[in-house]
């Protein structure tokens, strides 16, 4: 078995957002949502869904930043005051397990190579096919329903 790395979004990436009001988050391009409901609003800092009460920030965020056809933005949430990243090794958190996911295999400059749509419960058996292609560098998780970008997977070199 390979080792994979499973990261969420830096913290300090959106942490100049936190605490702005409406006006000034629209100015941003984000807006503010109230949890009402879980799972619902995956938080893509922690990869955990928020909890009613929470506030989270919808916002466009450039996933993919390669200079080739496959760069890639969509919509995603942050959790509003999320400062611990996720960062594990062989751990899948259940974010993922829950949902249908999108996965796709890139190469080191950037050119998808393979991709798959899967059970949550089985991303790990995905991981591990992926991987065993010398070629593939890392693999982005995708919310499959919706579209939107879930979290980094990368090989672990031991």
């Known amino acids: 078995m ?3 790395r499973i990261s969420g979004l830096p913290a ?3 942490q100049h957002l936190f605490g702005l009001s409406d006006a000034e988050l629209t100015a941003a391009g984000a807006q503010r949502c109230l949890v009402d409901d879980t799972p619902g609003f995956p938080d ?4 955990r869904d ?3 009460g929470e506030s989270v920030l919808l916002l466009n965020y450039v996933h993919h ?3 080739n056809p496959f760069r890639a933005s969509h919509a995603i949430f942050v959790r509003e005051g999320a400062f611990n990243t996720y960062d594990r090794i062989n751990e ?3 974010v993922l397990q829950i949902r249908l996911l999108s996965l796709r295999a890139f190469d080191k400059s950037g050119i998808m190579i393979d991709a798959d749509v899967v059970d949550g419960a089985q991303i790990q058996p995905a991981i591990e096919r992926f991987f065993a292609a010398a070629n593939v560098d890392y693999i982005h998780a995708h919310y499959a ?3 939107c970008y879930a979290a980094r997977i990368d090989r672990v070199d031991r």
């Open 50 to 52: 928020a909890a009613p």
């Open 44 to 47: 893509r800092i922690e990869l």
């Open 65 to 67: 930043a390669v200079a």
């Open 2 to 4: 390979n080792d994979f």
């Open 92 to 94: 899948v958190p259940e």
């Open 12 to 14: 300090q990436q959106f």
């Open 145 to 147: 329903k919706r579209g």
